[in-house]
């Protein structure tokens, strides 16, 4: 039988062998670099952009606070 998997003896993870011969999950700093990179990241205007962002929510939430008293007041 061709086994081309290994598993780990600490966390029972199971990964191919053309992964590597250390387990990914008890080795985090093993990271593929083919992930995205989330070094610009910030999400909700927390990143290097976040000026910018917070300038366009803060346009939405003028916008929909408009729409939301014409509504209400029978628009």
Not at 30 to 46: A, H, R
Not at 51 to 57: A, P
Request: hydrophobic fraction near 35%.
């Amino acid at each position: 039988m061709n086994n081309d998997f290994l598993t780990c003896k600490k966390c029972d993870f199971e990964w191919h062998k053309k992964d590597g011969s250390e387990c990914p999950v008890c080795n985090p700093k093993i990271i593929p670099k083919d992930l995205p990179s989330f070094e610009n990241g910030g999400m909700f205007g927390t990143g290097p952009n976040q000026k910018r962002l917070g300038v366009y929510y803060k346009a939405v939430g003028l916008i929909a606070l408009v729409y939301l008293i014409y509504f209400l007041l029978g628009g």
